[in-house]
Antibody
């Protein structure tokens, strides 16, 4: 059974940084693209970033380009999202998902950016 | 970036009746590998999204066969043959051909 567990969310001030993690199990992590998706309170889903199997190729939504970095550690079956220069509008539940076509999802971790 | 547009944004449906949601992309979703990475997801209140359909029409394991997907190029449709109470929620289309992007969501509710 595929399991994805996000962690690292919390309250941070505007301009601050946070690193999200996603622990994966139940599948061959090193063979799967991985994706981050977020959902602001009461809003729809927003695709954030994805990464290929060996971490050599990454893609970002324009609004986070240059501020967020997606990465992975295949030896640890873990996915990461380093978030810098956080803005109030980055407040959301952040989900990690398996594959580019998001076949499996974690429960999400809440990031709140507020002063 | 590819913009995904769903219609309608709200759909009141009678139990046992069919429902249909449309999704249009701002450009063709046919990937260079020949696949079309168009998915449909369901999100019930307070829960993470649940993937239903991928590559236009393939159902994920455990998804009831009353859910079906169709379409090509830039126009896609999710159909529920007979709506059940558990189908209430918000439905999203998503493309993963060029980076990724979601539609605005369609709220399915019972009349």
């Amino acid at each position: 059974e595929v399991q994805l567990e996000e962690s690292g969310g919390g309250l941070v001030q505007p301009g601050g940084s946070l690193r999200l993690s996603c622990a994966a199990s139940g599948f061959i992590f090193s063979r799967s693209w991985m994706t981050w998706v977020r959902q602001a309170p009461g809003k729809g889903l927003e695709w954030v970033a994805n990464i290929n199997t060996d971490g050599s190729k990454t893609n970002y939504v324009d609004s986070v380009e240059g501020r967020f970095t997606i990465s992975r550690d295949n030896a640890k079956n873990s996915l990461y999202l380093q978030m810098n220069s956080l803005r109030v509008e980055d407040t959301a539940v952040y989900y990690c998902a398996k594959e580019g076509y998001v076949s499996d999802w974690g429960q999400g971790t809440l990031v709140t950016v507020s002063s | 970036d590819i913009v995904m547009t769903q219609t309608p944004l709200s759909s009141p449906v009678t139990l046992g009746q069919p429902a249909s949601i449309s999704c249009r992309s701002s450009q063709s979703l046919v990937h260079s590998d020949g696949n079309t990475y168009l998915s449909w997801l369901q999100q019930r209140p307070g829960q993470p999204p649940r993937p239903l359909i991928y590559k236009i029409s393939k159902r994920f394991s455990g998804v009831p066969d009353r859910f079906s997907g169709s379409g090509a190029g830039t126009d896609f449709t999710l159909k529920i043959s007979r709506v059940e109470a558990e189908d209430v929620g918000v439905y999203y289309c998503m493309q993963a051909t060029y980076k990724g992007s979601f539609g605005q969501g369609t709220k399915l509710e019972i009349k």
